[in-house]
C-alpha cells in the first residue's frame, strides 16, 4: 500500500464530529480582555459538551494584530507582543481566503464610530457580526436600514445584545416579543448604571451632589469625563436602539433628552471641570429640596406615544420625580431596571432588573451572542 496516499485520503474522523466557528476580534480593553478569558476558560466544556471548536483566529486593537489560522491560546498577550503585526481589513479578508476559513463572526469590542464602516465590507466577504459597539445601530436610518439589507441578501447575522443593558437579555427579549406580534406599548427605565448609582445615592443620602458624584467617578461608575454620562447623550443613543428594534423609523435628533450638566461649565476642559464640580450642587440641591414628599429624582428614558407607528413614537430622557414605592423608585446601587408594558400584559409591565454595565456581564454577553450565531451554522 502507498503510505503517502493513504496518510493524505486520511478523514480525520474526530474533525467531522464538531463544528469550527473562526473568531475575529477587535478590541481587547475592558470588554474585550474579560471576553477573551471568559471564550478560552469555556472552550474546553465547549468542545466536549456541544462539539463546538471556536478558534479565535485573529485578535486586533487599533495599530496590530496577532493571527493564527489554527486559533490563538491563552497565551495571546505575550503572542501578540512578539507576532503582532500592523494590519488593514483587507489583510483580513486575504488571510480568511488564504487559510479558506468558514464560519465567521466578526466581533466588534471598540468603541470606534469609524470601525463600524468596516462592518458592510466583513459582511459581504462571509462574516457574521456581533458587537458592543453601539455606534452602528445609532447611525442614520439610511445607513441602519441599508445594513439590514445587506445582512439579509448575505444570510448573515448581526447581534448586539450588550448595546443596551450590558449583559442583561434585553434585546432579544424585545426583539421576540416584537417579531412574535405582541404590541409593545411603552418601554421605560432607568437605562445607565452610573446615573443610577448618582441619583439612587443622591436620593438616599444627605450629602451635596458633587460628593455622590465624586464617589462614583472614584468607583469607576462613570466615564472619564463625567460629562459624557451627565449629558444625556449614551442614555438617548440606547433609547434609539431600542426604538428601532420596534421599526420605529428615528434618528437621534428625535430624541429630546435633558442635558444635566449646567452651561456654565459645559465648555471647560476635563482637568478644571473635575476641580468644580461643586458648581452642581446649587441647581440639584434645589431639584431635591423641591421634591414631593416620599419622592426620589431619577434619570428616566421613556419611549411611550403611538408605536404601532413608524413615525408615532416619542423617546423622552430626563430626570423625573417618581415615588420611592414605585419600582423605578426603589432601584439600588448602579442598576439598571427596563419596564416594558405590552398589551397583553396590560398595566403590569415585563420587568427586567439587574447591573446593567461593567466589563465582565458585558463580555458575557457578547459571548452569549457568539454561541447565538454558533449554534445556527
Ligand atoms: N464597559 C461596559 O460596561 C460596557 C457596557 C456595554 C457596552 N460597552 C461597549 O463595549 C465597547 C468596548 O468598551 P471598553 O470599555 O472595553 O473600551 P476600551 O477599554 O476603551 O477598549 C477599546 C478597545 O478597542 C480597540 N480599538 C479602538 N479602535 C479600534 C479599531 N479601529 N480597530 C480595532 N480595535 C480598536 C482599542 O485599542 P487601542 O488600545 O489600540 O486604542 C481597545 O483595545 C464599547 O463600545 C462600549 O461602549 C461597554
Sequence with gaps: MDTAVTTANKIDLAALKYKTVNLVVFGHGNVGDAFLDQLFEKKESLLQRKSLEIHVVAIANSTRILFNEKGTTASWRSDKLTHGVPYSIDSILAFVETHQLENLIAVDNTADAAFTKQYEKLIANGFHIVSSNKHKNTAPWKEYSALRKLLNGHEKEYLYETNVGAGLPLIDTIKLLHQSGEN?????????????????????????????????IVNGFTEPDPREDLCGMDVARKLLILARELDLEVELDDVEVQNLIPKAVRALDKTTFLKNLTHLDTSFFIKKKNLKKGNVLRYVADLHGDLSKVDGGKLTVSLQETPKSSMLGQLKGSDSIFEIYTESYGSSPIVIQGAGA??????RGVFGDVLRISHKL
Design 358 to 363: 461593567g466589563a465582565s456581564v458585558t463580555a
Design 184 to 216: 409593545i406599548t411603552r418601554i421605560r427605565g432607568v437605562f445607565s448604571g452610573s446615573l443610577s448609582y448618582i441619583f439612587n445615592e443622591f436620593s438616599e443620602r444627605n450629602e451635596k451632589f458633587s460628593a455622590i458624584l465624586n464617589n462614583a
